[in-house]
């Protein structure tokens, strides 16, 4: 059972034998080899115990309030335990109220004490270091002996692969100018109880017999140059959080949940054969965000492979890898990290966005830095993966360099896939225009509008006609080898369209860049069929087909060039008919794009779809996956939340369209967000819209009902 703050997230459990788990993760909990770790695991024992067999048992997630509940034991001596991760502080809290006098004895277990090398199938875990000419050694914590009656722990990296990346990248030039994000990162945290006294390193002790009992966890990352300095400040951090009036902190901590709950909502109903699908859609939608609102605060974007809730891994039988393990490991794909921020706009997190963007921003330096160094021109890429300072995971950038130029990437998914850069550019468009926040205009959107067109301008030649010539490239991962593929010029052309509608609000510069290169883009690639109906490419010319999506479709979302009331949507949907791949979940974007193209059945059933399929070893009925990533899976729930907004609300400058993939059976209420600061709620109900509210009043006019 997941719960979390933004930032630290727990996995709670109870064992048959009685006693109490959960694991700690955290967002910016990066290793010296760029895995995300775990904190560790907890383990609570009650004295007596309560949870003993065919005894009273009962397990409740609270998602309004950020709260678990454990209820055990007859009514005679019933405990009720409660855990929840404070909204507010980076702090763990547990207390347990029992109708009779208990004792708490918890420990923090770690399986990281020893030095240890990452082999075989556990080495993904630290993607990009697979075939490395050196063992990849995990690290142990260190757990520290001289504290009274607390448990104090951490993990230092005394080492960093970021070096080596750069060096092995040909950027040592860099090196100097940029600060090491790795090294001397430090994470962990101290426990302490109400009291409690200390048995041993690891474990602390309830003092005596008392019907209330409480601990605290605090938990801090930071690079210090010395670890004494990391526990000093631990410690001040601590002397606030058991201390302070837990009364006070938990009404602060219940007042953000409401308010974030506030925020949006879609419930859906129905009668007959309907009422289980969508009930299913609503608790999906629900929980999903719940998630999400659990890890979206943090340092780092949320990992599309298990965010912060990944668990021990049970690969086969006969191999069983500890929390520690993700598929895929730490590095960070745009084509699946985006899907989780898309459906923030409309449910108004915006305050769950910023984690993306300050990626995509501190790692610009470095990115036009590499663009110089790789291509002696200016502007700046970023590669489809990368660490989260922007460097390539060195095996996908290749070990044996000889012969090879420094810009020259051995991996052909991702060889020349750089216009992830492109929608980062509209989701930042749009959480301005949401917001009208200048913050996202002019600390964001500008300032990496401008290298990331740049790179386009200089980097490729034009052919006679003046028009851009967008080769080498490739077709997302589909198509790795093509020339002027859809994703690029479609983004190219709604990214510039975009920008040069804020022409008052973009330094002229960014104006006139956006102007040339918006006129000297190729057509979108195109064909005919028998019936001279006109449909969308890949790409003006493309090789072999090497993986599984659609890129022509990329038109639809994330460029919205063609969709619901937008002209030749029978292009769109024709394009979309004949895609060779069909399917849903995971990263498969089709129920979003059928919603966006008002195709109603279709986006329906594959939205059911994904909210009813959820990991079969998992109780908590969001865990999705594996599919193509890792457990729970990001992408799946986020893209059915995105296909579920779409279906209820589309939104295009000022023009809001309600109901246009809307299944005339299912009844809604809902609150949503539009651009300009706009609130829509409304109900539609056996039938009938029953109230539409818009805020302000003044956008009323801007909104158009489609009935379904």
């Not at 990162?185 to 109400?194: D, E, N, Q, V, Y």
């Not at 400040?233 to 953000?256: F, M, V």
């Not at 965000?289 to 599309?304: E, T, V, W, Y």
């Not at 005339?664 to 109900?685: D, H, R, S």
Request: charged share 20%; with cysteine.
């Amino acid at each position: 059972m997941p719960l979390g703050n933004g930032d630290v997230g727990i996995n709670l459990w109870v064992e048959e034998n009685g006693d109490l788990f959960f694991y700690i993760g955290k967002t910016d909990a990066w290793s010296e080899n760029a895995r995300l770790l775990k904190l560790g695991r907890i383990r609570i024992h009650f004295i007596p115990n309560p949870f003993q067999t065919a005894k009273p048992f009962k397990q409740t997630l609270n998602v309004k309030s950020g709260t678990i509940h454990i209820q055990a034991g007859e009514t005679d001596n019933r405990i009720d335990v409660t855990a929840w991760v404070d909204a507010n502080e980076s702090a763990i809290h547990v207390e347990s109220i029992g109708m009779l006098p208990h004792e708490m004895v918890v420990s923090l277990e770690s399986w990281r004490t020893q030095p240890r090398e990452l082999k075989d199938e556990e080495l993904h875990s630290a993607y990009g270091l697979a075939e490395a000419p050196f063992p990849v050694v995990v690290t142990p914590d260190v757990v520290v002996n001289n504290t009274d009656n607390e448990i104090v722990w951490y993990h230092r990296n005394e080492r960093s692969i970021w070096p080596l990346t750069l060096q092995h990248q040909g950027l040592e030039s860099l090196i100097s100018t940029l600060k090491d994000p790795l090294l001397q990162r430090t994470f962990g945290g101290l426990i302490a109880g109400l009291n409690f006294a200390k048995e041993n390193p690891t474990t602390i002790r309830s003092a005596e017999s008392d019907k209330y009992q409480r601990f605290s966890i605090v938990l801090l990352t930071a690079q210090t140059d010395t670890i004494e300095e990391w526990l000093e400040r631990l410690n001040q951090k601590a002397k606030t959080i058991p201390s302070q009036n837990t009364i006070n902190a938990y009404d602060r901590h219940e007042k953000w949940w409401n308010e974030f709950w506030n925020r949006s909502a879609i419930h859906v109903s129905a009668s007959g054969e309907e009422a289980e699908a969508a009930e299913c859609v609503t608790r999906g939608y629900a929980l999903q965000r719940f998630i999400s609102a659990c890890a979206g605060r943090g340092g780092s974007p949320i990992k599309f492979n298990g965010s912060i809730f990944n668990v021990d891994a049970r690969i086969k039988p006969d191999k069983h890898y500890d929390a520690d393990y993700r598929l895929w490991g730490g590095p960070y794909w745009f084509q699946n990290t985006r899907l989780v921020y898309w459906p923030m706009l409309m449910s108004g997190d915006f305050d769950m966005m910023r984690a993306l963007f300050d990626m995509y921003l501190h790692a610009l330096p470095f990115a036009a830095g590499r663009t110089r160094l790789y291509f002696n021109h200016n502007g700046a890429f970023f590669p489809e993966t990368m660490y989260f300072w922007g460097a390539y995971a060195i095996d996908n950038y290749g070990w044996d360099r000889e012969g090879k130029p420094i810009s020259h990437v051995d991996n052909r998914y991702i060889r020349y896939y750089w216009d992830g850069a492109l929608e980062l550019l509209v989701i930042l468009a749009d959480a301005y225009h949401f917001t009208q926040n200048e913050l996202f205009l002019n600390d964001y959107l500008i300032p990496i509008a401008a290298p990331v067109l740049q790179f386009y301008d200089e980097h490729y030649s034009r052919d006679k006609n003046g028009r851009l010539r967008i080769e080498p490239s490739q077709a997302l991962e589909t198509w790795q080898e093509a020339s002027n593929p859809l994703p690029v010029i479609a983004g190219l052309q709604f990214v510039t369209d975009r920008l040069m509608k804020d022409k008052d609000k973009i330094p002229k510069n960014l104006f006139s860049l956006c102007k040339k290169i918006h006129s000297s883009l190729p057509n979108l690639p195109k064909e005919t069929n028998e019936k001279g109906e006109a449909y969308l490419l890949p790409a003006e010319k493309y090789g072999e087909l090497k993986n599984s999506e659609n890129p022509e479709l990329y038109a639809i979302f994330p460029y919205r060039i063609y969709g619901m009331g937008k002209p030749d949507l029978n292009v769109a949907r024709l394009t979309f008919e004949k895609r060779l791949v069909k399917r849903t979940g995971g990263w498969t974007q089709d129920p979003l794009q059928a919603a966006l193209l008002g195709m109603t059945e279709i986006a329906k059933d594959y939205t059911v779809q994904n909210f009813s399929t959820f990991h079969d070893g998992s109780r908590f009925p969001a865990f999705w996956g594996p599919n193509f990533d890792w457990i729970p899976d990001q992408d799946h729930g986020n893209i059915s939340m995105l296909a579920l907004q779409n279906m209820l609300m589309q939104c295009e400058g000022k023009h809001i369209l309600l109901f246009p993939a809307w299944p005339k059976q299912w009844n809604v209420t809902f609150k949503l967000y539009a651009p300009m600061q706009t609130i829509v709620e409304g109900i539609y109900q056996d039938g009938e819209v029953k109230s539409i509210s818009v805020s302000p009043a003044s956008r009323r006019n801007d909104v158009e009902v489609m009935m379904p």
